[in-house]
């Protein structure tokens, strides 16, 4: 009989659907759930719902108080756990583009390797499945593939910067015996079909932006925008992906990008959002290096805008990713990323109908 699932960063907004999910398959696993402590009301609250919409016993889902940052992941007892653990998915990590470098390395890096020493005492240890990003690639220009990873790249940021190190640290655990799978999202926005998210970044910041101004809307633009492009991906694609991929042994060793194959240039992204948002998209010239400056030094530019600097770069961003790997896999499946401008429209709708939302990260 197989042993149970770990899942760390419940109740966050990708792992929460996931666990819905495995709770669906056949095969009756049980799961649990690492969830801080300041967590723990609204993990409970989430992980009822989610026993009762999927009609599951409860005794299938269990949380236990702990954390990455802390060896033995803070668990009270850590070895009992680790001999019924057979699965571990690492989903927990700070998704904050403008985090400090020295909480970005405790929880993304030392927490990951925390995770894998966890996972290197579970005696049945079938997968450890590492949820990445695209973005450790970096700034690195041109095609980036599933199988890169140290390519002397730069970072945008110290959150790219720490997650590729806990990937580096994944990889090293993998070359070393233990069954890693690794899945790179792309820049994770609502779901397709809702447009139900958690919180506003990424697009919403410029779809945010242009809804508080009139019919004829301003927006700063880096040059290149119709060579470059951005790599959104909406979170019932990255989950369905998730969800096959990890019950399949043929992803055992292989990383995904999941990705769009055929995103659209920053230029087509920025007058979809117009249309999106029944504006007509003024553009003006604007290197990253000033815009950045802007938002960072001029008194009130950030906040009547509300983008905050570390995004801008996502906008003159020259990497494209390739996804051989997931393409192959997933297209037996019948799963596939959808247009960005085919869902887009869902993603404003409740941007509109839930302005209360915000762009902070569980952290």
């Given at each position: 009989?197989?042993?149970?699932?770990?899942?760390?960063?419940?109740?966050?907004?990708?792992?929460?659907?996931?666990?819905?999910?495995?709770?669906?398959?056949?095969?009756?696993?049980?799961?649990?759930?690492?969830?801080?402590?300041?967590?723990?009301?609204?993990?409970?609250r989430r992980a009822d719902a989610i026993v009762r919409e999927a009609g599951v016993a409860p005794s299938r889902l269990s949380l236990v108080s702990g954390d990455i940052t802390r060896p033995?992941?803070?668990?009270?007892?850590?070895?009992?756990?680790?001999?019924?653990?057979?699965?571990?998915?690492?989903?927990?990590?700070?998704?904050?583009?403008?985090?400090?470098?020295?909480?970005?390395?405790?929880?993304?890096?030392?927490?990951?390797?925390?995770?894998?020493?966890?996972?290197?005492?579970?005696?049945?240890?079938?997968?450890?499945?590492?949820?990445?990003?695209?973005?450790?690639?970096?700034?690195?220009?041109?095609?980036?593939?599933?199988?890169?990873?140290?390519?002397?790249?730069?970072?945008?940021?110290?959150?790219?910067?720490?997650?590729?190190l806990a990937e580096v640290a994944v990889r090293e655990r993998a070359q070393g015996g233990m069954p890693v799978t690794v899945y790179r999202p792309g820049i994770v926005v609502g779901d397709?079909?809702?447009?139900?998210?958690?919180?506003?970044?990424?697009?919403?910041?410029?779809?945010?932006?242009?809804?508080?101004?009139?019919?004829?809307?301003?927006?700063?633009?880096?040059?290149?925008?119709?060579?470059?492009?951005?790599?959104?991906?909406?979170?019932?694609?990255?989950?369905?992906?998730?969800?096959?991929?990890?019950?399949?042994?043929?992803?055992?060793?292989?990383?995904?990008?999941?990705?769009?194959?055929?995103?659209?240039?920053?230029?087509?992204?920025?007058?979809?959002?117009?249309?999106?948002?029944?504006?007509?998209?003024?553009?003006?010239?604007?290197?990253?290096?000033?815009?950045?400056?802007?938002?960072?030094?001029?008194?009130?530019?950030?906040?009547?805008?509300?983008?905050?600097?570390?995004?801008?770069?996502?906008?003159?961003?020259?990497?494209?990713?390739?996804?051989?790997?997931?393409?192959?896999?997933?297209?037996?499946?019948?799963?596939?990323?959808?247009?960005?401008?085919?869902?887009?429209?869902?993603?404003?709708?409740?941007?509109?109908?839930?302005?209360?939302?915000?762009?902070?990260?569980?952290?």
């Open positions: 009989m197989a042993g149970r699932i770990l899942l760390t960063g419940f109740p966050g907004f990708l792992g929460s659907e996931l666990v819905r999910r495995i709770l669906t398959r056949p095969g009756a696993r049980r799961v649990v759930c690492l969830v801080q402590e300041k967590f723990a009301d609204v993990a409970r033995g992941l803070g668990l009270a007892a850590a070895a009992k756990l680790a001999a019924d653990v057979s699965e571990v998915f690492h989903f927990a990590a700070v998704y904050d583009l403008s985090v400090p470098r020295a909480p970005a390395l405790r929880i993304n890096v030392e927490g990951t390797r925390n995770v894998l020493d966890f996972a290197a005492d579970c005696k049945r240890l079938d997968r450890f499945h590492h949820v990445s990003t695209c973005y450790v690639s970096g700034r690195r220009a041109g095609i980036f593939r599933e199988a890169d990873l140290e390519r002397d790249q730069t970072f945008n940021n110290f959150y790219e910067e720490t997650k590729y397709s079909r809702t447009g139900e998210t958690q919180k506003y970044d990424g697009p919403y910041f410029i779809l945010r932006w242009l809804l508080k101004q009139p019919t004829i809307a301003v927006l700063p633009v880096p040059p290149g925008t119709d060579r470059m492009r951005v790599n959104f991906v909406p979170r019932d694609f990255v989950i369905g992906a998730l969800d096959a991929l990890s019950a399949s042994t043929a992803s055992r060793g292989v990383t995904y990008q999941l990705a769009d194959p055929d995103p659209p240039t920053i230029d087509e992204a920025i007058r979809l959002m117009g249309e999106a948002t029944g504006r007509i998209v003024l553009r003006i010239p604007t290197p990253v290096a000033i815009a950045r400056a802007a938002l960072d030094w001029v008194p009130g530019v950030e906040r009547v805008m509300g983008i905050p600097s570390d995004a801008v770069a996502y906008f003159a961003h020259p990497t494209f990713y390739d996804t051989t790997n997931a393409t192959r896999d997933l297209a037996p499946l019948g799963i596939s990323c959808p247009r960005f401008a085919d869902y887009l429209p869902r993603l404003v709708a409740f941007l509109k109908a839930h302005p209360e939302i915000s762009a902070a990260a569980m952290v």
